[in-house]
Nanobody
Framework: QVQLVESGGGLVQPGGSLRLSCAASGFTLDRNAIGWFRQAPGKERAGVSCIDYKRASTYFADSVKGRFTISRDNAKSTVYLQMNNLEPEDTAVYYC????????????????WGQGTQVTVSS
């Protein structure tokens, strides 16, 4: 059974950092891409970043470039999203999702999703 479990969200002040984790089980992570998406209240789910099976990374949102870093540890079946210099606009529920091999910026291209983790950036 394919399962993705996000963790690491929470409340942080502007300028702070969080590291999100996406723990995968039930499939071979090293053949899959993992994408991070986020959904803020009243907004559509949007792509944040993705790392493909060859470890090539993509950042879909211009606003996170230079602040967020995606990485993967296949031995631990986990993908990470390091988020630095967080801004109130980063407040959202963050989801990880998986698809075969290569990244896509379209949520409809992903087969399995986690339940999400809340990130709140506020003073």
């Amino acid at each position: 059974q394919v399962q993705l479990v996000e963790s690491g969200g929470g409340l942080v002040q502007p300028g702070g950092s969080l590291r999100l984790s996406c723990a995968a089980s039930g499939f071979t992570l090293d053949r899959n891409a993992i994408g991070w998406f986020r959904q803020a209240p009243g907004k559509e789910r949007a792509g944040v970043s993705c790392i493909d099976y060859k470890r090539a990374s993509t950042y879909f949102a211009d606003s996170v470039k230079g602040r967020f870093t995606i990485s993967r540890d296949n031995a631990k079946s986990t993908v990470y999203l390091q988020m630095n210099n967080l801004e109130p606009e980063d407040t959202a529920v963050y989801y990880c999702a998986t698809r075969n091999y290569y990244c896509s910026g379209y949520s409809s291209d992903y087969n399995y999703w986690g339940q999400g983790t809340q990130v709140t950036v506020s003073s």
